[in-house]
């Protein structure tokens, strides 16, 4: 086995199977239990069980490794990971907390925003969540055909998004 902890963790990961995460839920418990503080590990063994579709178990890890300083890009991950398993568990408003925080973190993040359009979408803000994937549309696809219409895009983001914030009736 690789000699890093980082190393050891990597090859889990490589060698896991999606459809049978016991194997990869075995392998990392031992370093849980030699590295039960380390954000990392407490992330991987979240996303094992998550995957694993133990979902509530997986929520206490994610909130764990960010108490602990998970950092970079894991953290980041890690914030889509956690905000999509509370929207999984019909937690939304605590996945909306979670994906603003992440959001305010990794501002330019395509991945955190399409899948806090999907929260948005499961609280009910229909027209919010299209707007934000506008929004990412315009921001972060390069395509010469889409280029001309990308303000037209953010206009009609802006306006789908004051459209969940309007008192009932007053859609246009």
Do not use: W
């Amino acid at each position: 086995m690789p000699d890093t902890l980082d190393a050891q963790l990597d090859g889990i990961f490589a060698a896991r199977d999606r459809g049978n995460m016991r194997p990869t839920i075995d392998a990392l418990l031992p370093l849980y239990e030699k590295h039960p503080e380390n954000p990392r590990v407490l992330y991987e063994l979240g996303g094992a069980y998550d995957t694993a579709g133990e979902e509530a178990t997986a929520l206490g890890f994610y909130e764990q490794s960010l108490e602990r300083g998970l950092t970079g890009d894991i953290r980041r991950r890690c914030y889509l990971q956690y905000g999509s398993t509370l929207r999984n568990l019909g937690r939304i408003e605590e996945s909306l907390r979670v994906f603003s925080r992440a959001r305010a973190e990794f501002r330019d993040s395509v991945a955190l925003g399409a899948f806090e359009s999907l929260t948005l979408h499961a609280a009910g803000q229909v027209n919010t969540a299209l707007a934000s994937l506008l929004t990412l549309l315009a921001d972060h696809v390069i395509a010469p055909e889409l280029e001309r219409y990308k303000p037209a895009l953010r206009d009609n983001a802006d306006y789908l998004a004051s459209l969940d914030h309007e008192p009932a009736g007053n859609n246009r």
